[in-house]
Nanobody
Framework: QVQLVESGGGLVQAGGSLRLSCAASGSIFSINAMGWYRQAPGKQRELVATITSGGRTNYADSVKGRFTISRDNAKNTVYLQMNSLSPEDTAVYFC???????????????WGQGTQVTVSS
């Protein structure tokens, strides 16, 4: 069984910062890409940022220059540092990991339960 547990969400004023964390645990052989997605009320889930096991990153245009994704491979943890937050960033943020549970298995995608980020104006 694999679990992704997010933390760090909350309420912050516009211009403020938050740092999200997501730790993967359970039967894990290796983790490929990890990432953050978000879903605002009435909208589809969208990519925020991803990072490969080698550290290559990819960002949505809307967060470039404001958000930074990083990971600690030894801890199976991915982070999202969010600066200069605006009300448009308000959403539930979900962690995603593309991982392999056993050496003989192929990669599967797993999701966390989500953490609420609310930015007040």
């Amino acid at each position: 069984q694999v679990q992704l547990v997010e933390s760090g969400g909350g309420l912050v004023q516009a211009g403020g910062s938050l740092r999200l964390s997501c730790a993967a645990s359970g039967s894990i052989f290796s983790i490929n890409a990890m990432g953050w997605y978000r879903q605002a009320p009435g909208k589809q889930r969208e990519l925020v940022a991803t990072i490969t096991s080698g550290g290559r990153t990819n960002y949505a245009d809307s967060v470039k220059g404001r958000f930074t994704i990083s990971r600690d491979n030894a801890k199976n943890t991915v982070y999202l540092q969010m600066n200069s937050l605006s009300p448009e960033d308000t959403a539930v943020y979900f962690c995603n990991a593309d991982l392999i549970q056993y050496h003989w298995a192929g990669p599967l995608g797993y999701w966390g339960q989500g953490t609420q980020v609310t930015v007040s104006s």
